[in-house]
């Protein structure tokens, strides 16, 4: 392995597989994989690649240019936009052969209007009230569709509480079925599914699921389902510099620590310049030779600090962010780092830099 200059963030090709394959098992669905935000921070060159070759076919993103981006990559992928674009992308919609997800009549009859294929899937707002048709708008807008030049390939809808409340995501889920009951659905996908509803959601109505997190092998925070994903992200640094500071020195900006004893401090190339969150620090640490070692300081742009009183260490030796000690014993995982964060594993994955460069390993 070449030689670790500041941070670097390892994508696990053979985890990705399998996580791919397990879902796909587990779900008895075909998947589409979330690849929005630089596929979840992981590179979207090297994710999408990777499951293409393993079978997947569709792939959603947020933004016309991250389908573009998908296009760049595979010819023959499946894309699906997963709100509706602004009217001055459809020319780019078209010839890039972007599935849309549509909700406005607004912006439906535009469409209609609008010269060439176009697929469309229906989004309807089943509780989440972000984006999505009303219910009772429901049996209209597939008639105008079904009777217009677009394509409808799928029907789908977004869970809020998939990983807090089952019983809402279920009322969701009725209401969605009651929708579509009256319906000839025949040959068309039906989504509705998000990573944490995969895992209880068993229900065979449905032919495709929306698969992000849990593709990353991130287990859901609440809840608690036995699952075998493997994580497809580490990062690592290394010891850039080391020294011994006196009891009751303050170090890193504000002052933010006071030195409890005399110690040593190791400093490593990683802050949240490259998506290592500010908020690490007071309760976070990383491995460093198989031991846990705490961040002492506020986290800065470009560099962390770190107690080794405790341990042997020199200059270039590795230090884990995110994963697993060398030996196995410890693992720092993306739900650690959002909890020290109090926030979410999507939060802390997406915002993963691009100064961060991407090594593929198997
Ligand atoms: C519409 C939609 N579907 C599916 C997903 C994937 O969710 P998850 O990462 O929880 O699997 C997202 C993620 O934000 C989404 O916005």
Partial sequence: MKQMDRGYIFVNKSHLVSNLNYLSDLTKKELCLVVKANAYGHGIQWTVKT????????????????????????????????????????????????????????FIDELINVEGNLNVHLKVDTGMHRIGCEPENFDKLMEKIQTSSLNLVGICTHFPTADTDEQYTQNALNLFKALISGHDTDGLLLHVDNSASSFYNSDDSFNMTRIGLAAYGTQISIKNYDHNLMPTMEIKTRISNLQKRNKGDAVSYGKSFELERDSTIATAPIGYGDGYPWNSFPDGHVLVNNKICKLIGRVTMDQILIDVTDIKVKVDDEVTVLGKSENGQHEITVTDIAQWNKTIEWEILTNMSRRLERIEIE
């Fill in 51 to 106: 499951a293409e070759e393993a079978g997947i076919s569709w792939f959603a993103v947020a933004s016309v240019n991250e389908a573009i981006q998908v296009r760049n990559i595979s010819k023959g992928a499946r894309i699906l936009l997963l709100a509706e674009p602004s009217k001055s992308q459809i020319k780019n919609v078209l010839k890039n052969e972007i599935d849309l997800t549509v909700y406005n009549e607004e």
